[in-house]
């Protein structure tokens, strides 16, 4: 009987879903080739975590360690997708993963364990893939991602105009030609959604 030990799942259960941890692995891994290092690493931490957590799993300071991390790992990783080239699908994707979350927590408490596990299994797969569709596109490097956010025309009056950039902003060039004198005026209106 499962209440008789202090994990929350069965031996079976607990190995199945430390095999499934290593999808974060992997994910990690992609970020890592495609040079996304600081999404990579976050990623990396979820993988670590949910070793940790789940190769016993108990209500313990390693079970809110994991459910800590991966919260911030989840809402790092939708900061940095905002703007990014494949943002629509990662969303998408995204909300589909975490729709298995209360389903794993409804099943758990049904006493429908393998069911559950499946479930639960099911967020970390999908999220991974999501993770592969972010990394897949371009990002707003971090260096430059408060700065683009600060003051957008800044970045556009850089002498590169970044690819990203421009399906955000619409530039219109007023120009002001004063026919008493011989100058031209130009001023750069800026309209962002």
């Not at 809402?75 to 975490?98: D, K, P």
């Not at 999908?126 to 991602?145: A, E, H, K, R, V």
């Not at 956010?149 to 009056?157: K, V």
């Amino acid at each position: 009987m499962l209440q008789d030990t202090e994990c929350i799942l069965y031996p079976d259960q607990c190995s199945f879903l430390c095999k499934i941890a290593f999808f974060s692995l992997f994910s990690s891994l992609y970020g890592i080739y495609k040079e996304k290092y600081d999404l990579a690493i976050v990623v990396f931490g979820v993988f670590l975590t949910s070793l940790l957590y789940w190769y016993k799993p108990t209500f313990c300071w390693r079970q809110t360690l994991d459910i800590i991390y991966v919260k911030f790992a989840l809402f790092y990783h939708m900061f940095r997708a905002y703007n990014s080239e494949y943002y629509f699908i990662y969303y998408i994707t995204l909300c589909i993963s975490l729709c298995f979350y209360p389903l794993g927590i409804y099943l758990y408490n049904k006493k429908l364990y393998w069911q559950s596990t499946y479930a639960h299994s099911m967020v970390h797969i999908i999220s991974n893939i999501s993770n592969f569709i972010l990394y897949s596109g371009t990002i707003i490097p971090l260096t430059t991602y408060f700065d683009y956010f600060n003051n957008p025309i800044t970045i556009l009056s850089s002498d590169t105009i970044d690819s990203i950039t421009l399906p955000i902003c619409n530039i219109n060039t007023i120009t002001n030609t004063n026919t008493n004198t011989t100058n031209t005026i130009n001023y750069v209106t800026n309209s962002c959604s």
